[in-house]
């Protein structure tokens, strides 16, 4: 820990860091945050605050370069969102030291992220790491796929893959039996072709970007495998469903559907 900033260094059970990026000094580490993830129509607060401070910098109040981690419970950044200016809300000369772990806020100046699931989805990978078995995605209420993705968006881009294929296997099985949105349908083509939490697009562009790289750089080829396509034709539409088969015809990726 650095001598200019007070707390207990317990990586184990900080989630969120506050890293000015000019000198990565840590301006504030603490296990929750609130008022930042959000849903979109909501007024944004004036502040948001860290829950349960570890680490507080003292050397600086403000900076202009901030970026938002989120870390696992080795510490490892696993997701990240460049907020810029910040300021602290609070003196830092009267927080206290040692063992107590204060609440303590920060103006991100109206900034937030507007998937309300979003916190509580990172929470549980940073506990348990990236997911292992395909469908976990399925398991919480559709409400929350479009959080969801956007954490397997983040995280994906943010560990330094490509929008591409990187799973070697010969055929992606696609199951629409859980699908019951758009999103649900993004996560759980990501994880058929790349493997659970994996990133395939996360809408119809994003979708032709990752296709056209995998095709640029020849990544291994693949067949699709399309199970209940009805289910997602009533789920989704069939505009919808019409569309991404176009797109994989386009590219030249063989399509089997049941």
């Known amino acids: ?23 990565e000094e840590v301006l504030i580490a603490a296990e929750d945050l609130l008022d930042y993830f959000m849903e979109e129509d909501r007024e944004p ?17 403000k900076t202009e370069r901030a970026e938002l981690q989120v870390v696992d419970r080795q510490g490892a950044t696993i997701g990240a969102y460049d907020i810029g200016r910040v300021s602290a809300a609070f003196r830092p000369e009267l927080v206290p ?18 998937y309300p699931w979003a916190g509580e989805i990172w929470r549980q990978w940073a506990a348990t790491g990236r997911p292992v078995e395909p469908g976990e995605w399925a398991r919480h209420p559709s409400d929350w796929h479009e959080s969801w993705m956007h954490v397997v968006q983040t995280a994906w881009f943010d560990s330094g893959r490509s929008a591409t294929r990187y799973e070697t296997g010969g055929t992606a099985v696609v199951d629409s039996t859980a699908i019951t949105t758009r ?5 759980a083509l990501g994880e058929a072709v ?43 539409g069939s505009d919808f469903t019409e569309r991404v088969l176009a797109l994989f015809e386009e590219c030249g990726v063989e399509t089997e559907l049941s």
Do not use: K
Not at 97 to 114: H, I, M, N, V, W
Not at 208 to 229: G, I, Q
């Open 194 to 236: 790349n493997g659970p939490g994996g990133y395939f697009g996360s809408n119809l562009d994003a979708l032709f970007d990752c296709l056209r790289t995998m095709r640029r750089d020849e990544a291994s080829p693949f067949r699709l495998v399309w199970r209940n396509v009805a289910v997602s034709q009533e789920a989704l």
């Open 45 to 61: 607060p004036e502040t948001v605050t860290f829950v349960r401070a570890h680490q507080v910098g003292r050397a600086r109040r």
């Open 1 to 23: 820990m650095s001598p200019e900033s007070d707390g207990i260094d317990d990586s184990q059970v900080v989630l969120y860091r506050l890293v000015d990026q000019e000198s």
């Open 97 to 114: 030291s040692g063992a107590d772990r204060p609440d303590l806020g920060y103006s991100f100046l109206g900034r937030t992220c507007e």
């Open 183 to 187: 999103d649900g349908f993004y996560c």
